[in-house]
């Protein structure tokens, strides 16, 4: 992808499944990274040439400001957000207000507010953002309230940061995964993509999750000169879950006259 090499990216949630494939990717491609977790162990795994590590809680404006800064410090610019960090915080209709707070600022507040520390950096390099949507943002999920509210309004924010940023030569578009092998479904599985992947079938056109890579190929590409005139949209990578419909990849007629 052109207009990538030699830049420098910052990754909120960089130690993730997702945040790692992305890290990698961008290396690959000539990007030096700085990692923002408050995973420590995992993050300053990750160091190498190229790669750097921060620890960031973006419920913090100090060390969202000592992200920027220790950025510059290390690479001498910023070219591009990437916002993977999230929070899960869900009890859907029995959320306390705690919670609710929490997984807003996480998932919706911090990456403003480190916008703003890093905008006149993204404006000299005309830089690009990118923020993490999902499926859930479209549809109701049963029990699921706190992360499907949060994930739509990244999806306004997006389109809202890319038309006021537009005069700064900043684009901002954000990704949409479908169900993807990351910590979560890591976690909630005990490490079994097989099964993961045969619950994710029916819901998924392509008959399975997508892994981080594909998600990490989809970031570059809003992130290169290859998407110079994209900005204020959503990529759905999803394997056409967004697509399908109620009614599944199964022929409904049939299921009538049976």
């Not at 819901?203 to 890579?213: C, T």
Request: proline residues 3%; charged residues 20%.
């Amino acid at each position: 992808m052109k207009g990538l090499h030699g830049k420098t990216a910052i990754v909120p949630g960089g130690a993730t499944k997702i945040g790692q494939a992305i890290v990698q990717a961008f290396s690959e491609a000539g990007v030096r990274v700085m990692v923002a977790d408050i995973a420590e162990e995992a993050g300053k795994a990750m160091v190498r040439d190229g790669v750097a590590f921060q620890r960031c809680d973006l419920r913090s404006d100090e060390d969202i400001a000592k992200l920027v800064t220790e950025t510059r410090k290390e690479f001498g610019r910023i070219d591009f957000l990437v916002n993977v960090a999230c929070s899960y915080l869900d009890n859907g209709a029995a959320t306390t207000r705690a919670d609710w707070l929490t997984a807003l600022d996480i998932n919706i507040v911090g990456s403003v507010m480190l916008m703003q520390a890093a905008r006149a950096d993204l404006a000299a390099t005309r830089g690009a953002i990118v923020n993490f949507g999902s499926i859930s943002s479209r549809v109701a999920q049963a029990g699921r309230w706190v992360y499907p509210v949060s994930k739509a309004a990244i999806l306004q924010l997006t389109r809202n940061q890319a038309m006021d940023l537009a005069p700064d030569g900043i684009r901002v578009n954000a990704v949409s995964p479908g169900w993807t092998w990351s910590n979560i479904m890591d976690q909630l599985t005990d490490g079994n993509r097989a099964k993961t992947d045969s619950v994710a079938a029916p819901f998924h056109l392509l008959g399975r999750v997508a892994n981080p890579e594909e998600v990490a190929s989809a970031v570059l590409f809003l992130c290169s000169d290859d998407a110079s005139f994209i900005t204020g949209t959503d990529l759905c990578v999803d394997g056409g879950y967004s697509a399908m419909g109620p009614e599944q990849a199964v022929p409904a007629i049939p299921k009538l006259m049976s």
